[in-house]
Structures are given as C-alpha cells and as structure tokens.
C-alpha cells in the first residue's frame, strides 16, 4: 500500500468533516450531541460502510466500525479518537485520529490482512468537555466509568442538562450503562493524534512515540491575611495576605524546574479581596494546575506548597485553605507497544522520538484500564485549539503505516 495514497484519502475526509462546524469561517466548534456532530457522525459512519465495516452508533454517541479478525474470542483491538472540538478549534484535534482508524481499516483490507483479534475504529463522543464540563465522556462510557445520575446533573450554559441534549440527539440517558463494555473484551487501545504542541516540529521530527500521558491536580488556594490601612500600619504589623502569598507562589515553578522531566506547575489565576491601592489586602485566592508523568511528583509538590503556605501564615497569624479540584492519574503507555512502533519506525525510515503527553486524551481515559499506544504526528509551529491547527497529510500517512504494523505485530 502506496502511503501517499493513505495521506491523500485523510486528507479528503478531513476535507469533508471540516464542513461540519458551528461557525464556519472561524475554526471548528462541534460540541457534543449538537447537528454538527450528528453531521460528522453520519459522514463518519457513511466511511466506515465504505471502508467495508459492520458499523453502529452506541447509547453515548460512540460511533464504531467492526473489521473481524481471524479469532473473534480474543480481546480486541480499538483505534480511535474524538469527534467534538473545543469552540473555534482546529480541523485536526481528535478527529485526524478517527480519520486514521478508519483508513487503517482500508489498508488492512486492500492488503488482505486480517488481523489476529476483531479490529475497530472508534470515533468518542465528547472528549474536550466544554459543553457540559466534564470531559472523557464516549470513552468513560465505554470503560462504564460514568457516574450514576451524571448526565441529569451536568448542564450547559443554557442550563440544558446532558440527558436533555442526548434526548433531542434521538439518545436515551437511561440507557447510557448498556455502553459499557464486558470486562476484558477491549485488548488493546491505540490512538494518533495531533500533538497540539511545539516539540516535533522544532525538532524536525515525523512521528512521536507517547510514553506516557501526565496526571494532573489542581487546587484553590486563599491565603488570609488582614486588611489594613496601608500608610498607618508598620511593617511588622501586618498580616499581608498578598506577601505571603507571593512568597510561595514564587516557589512554584522552582519546584516544578526541581522535579524535571514532564513536570509543570501553573498559576493561572490570582485574585485579591478588599485589596486596593492603599489597603493591605485581607485574602489572595490562587488556582495551581501541576501536572507529571511521576504519581511521586504530583503527592510532594502540592505537600511542600502546603508546608511553605504553613510556615509563611504561622509568621504574621494568617491562615489558609488548599482545596483538591481535580485528580487524575498519570498513565504510562505500554512497553511492548512502544518498542514495536519505534522499530516500525527505524525499519521505515520514518524520524522520531520518545516524548510525554502534556495534554489528556481518550487514551488517558481508556489508558486507566486499557493496554494503550499512541502516536503524535507534528502540529505546526505547535498551534492547537485554534483555526490555525495544521498537520501535512504525509504525517498521517506515516503514522497509519506504523499503525499498521503494530497491528499486525499484535
Ligand atoms: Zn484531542
């Protein structure tokens, strides 16, 4: 198979798909359970009856294209990604990787290879979250992570509840549990995607190897001090909540530049109250966003933020509070994965290198339970999340190819 051929039939879906948006002209808004999505399903669903596969919709608005292998008992194998956006995204985040399962599919058939387990390509809905807030939707479905009552509970910002939405979709919530898989069916998850970031194209290379996607926490932080005037009150009088704050917000990155590797620490957002130009401030909320691929990193820098938060109160009889807002584990991919697809590379002669996920996926999702490979193709100069996202063709091609030979391998 002719890879070029690969990139050109990618390229034309993507072509295709990029119709279907909310603001056409201004980047790619398809949020989930919305007529742009259900646009992009029947497209989808239409190239995978082309590509020759046994396809269906499941209650979460997954959609699903079925290659049976030559043992259908064995655990088999998903390749997929997303098929919503974020408002004003790319043509390439997430849906790039549904595209590439689905030619997979074409290549496996016109090379008439038929692979040792049953062989899907997977579109999810729903991974950005930003209609409903949540995130990992189709996937967490698939694993039957969803929370009981969660798609009664979340709302949009018209106050549309997710059960309400998939209702109008012609979905029902109620039977949202019926998507889940047996346990232990799913043997292998494989995804490519974007890699949304600047690290493949400033090294010039034309494939990624994900070694692991990076866990995250975050935090609400107020630091309370009291407002004062700020002309009477001596220096060693006062319990200033922006100093205190400030000294170990100071430390974050350090911290972050310590531990190395994937690991980043952010604060995105601080806000003062009753502060003003002439008023010690009374209390400083921070937010703290960390994330690494080390479980050991994301436990002690929030504890030694907290130590230093401790030490820097207890001077001036100031208090504060740390709140955990979020908590996902960090995923390694799998070895053995990983080693096929970097000697599928070597032997093809395509460039590469090892590198972290610093963003989630569904393979973060499925990764949870699921034995998971991914691959990244170049985003170029590292744009992601905006009209000008952009991936040649080639490097899909590529990245099918490699995709290929994993599969086959497996
Ligand atoms: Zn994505």
Not at 149 to 167: N, P, S
Request: hydrophobic share 40%.
């Amino acid at each position: 198979m002719n890879w070029m051929e690969s990139a050109r039939r990618i390229q034309e879906d993507l072509e295709g798909l990029s119709a279907f948006t909310a603001t056409p002209g201004q980047g790619c808004t398809r949020l989930p359970f919305t007529p742009e999505t259900r646009a992009a399903a029947d497209f989808l669903l239409k190239k995978m009856e082309e590509a020759g596969l046994e396809t269906w919709q499941d209650p979460a608005g997954n959609l699903f294209g079925l290659l049976p292998g030559r043992n259908r008992e064995k655990p088999c194998i998903l390749c997929g990604s997303h098929y919503d956006s974020v408002p004003g995204g790319g043509n390439y985040d997430g849906i790039a990787g549904v595209v590439c399962a689905i030619e997979l599919a074409r290549v496996l058939r016109e090379e008439g290879i038929t692979p040792d387990a049953d062989y899907l390509a997977a579109a999810f809905m729903d991974e950005e979250g930003c209609r409903f807030g949540s995130g990992y939707f189709g996937s967490k479905a698939v694993l039957g992570r969803l929370e009981p009552g969660e798609a009664g509970r979340l709302t949009d910002e018209e106050g549309i509840t997710l059960a309400r939405a998939m209702e109008r979709y012609g979905l029902k919530a109620g039977e949202l549990p019926k998507a889940a898989w047996p346990k232990g069916r799913i043997g292998h998850f494989l995804e490519i995607h974007i890699e949304q970031g600047p690290v493949l194209d400033g090294q010039k290379k034309e494939l990624g190897v994900v070694e692991g996607i990076v866990g995250l926490r975050r935090y609400r932080v107020a630091v309370n001090g009291r407002a004062d005037h700020a002309g009477t009150t001596p220096m060693d009088m006062r319990s200033d909540a922006v100093e205190m704050a400030a000294r170990v917000i100071a430390q974050v990155g350090d911290m972050a530049r310590e531990a190395g590797g994937s690991t980043v620490a952010t604060v995105g957002q601080v806000n003062t109250r009753a502060g003003a130009v002439n008023i010690v401030a009374r209390s400083l909320e921070f937010s703290l966003d960390i994330r690494s691929l080390q479980n050991e990193v994301l436990e002690e820098i929030p504890a030694r933020i907290r130590r230093r938060l401790q030490e820097e109160t207890e001077k001036t009889g100031g208090s504060f509070t740390m709140e955990e807002t979020l908590r996902i584990q960090p995923v390694e991919l799998s070895r053995p994965m990983r080693k096929i697809l970097e000697e599928s590379c070597r032997e093809r002669g395509h460039s590469w290198m090892a590198l972290p996920s610093g963003a989630g996926h569904d393979a973060l999702s499925m990764g949870q339970q699921v034995d998971t490979a991914m691959l990244f193709v170049p985003s170029r100069a590292g744009r992601s999340h905006c009209p000008e996202e952009y991936t040649p063709p080639e490097a899909f091609g590529r990245a099918v190819q490699v995709m290929k030979d994993l599969i086959v391998r497996l």
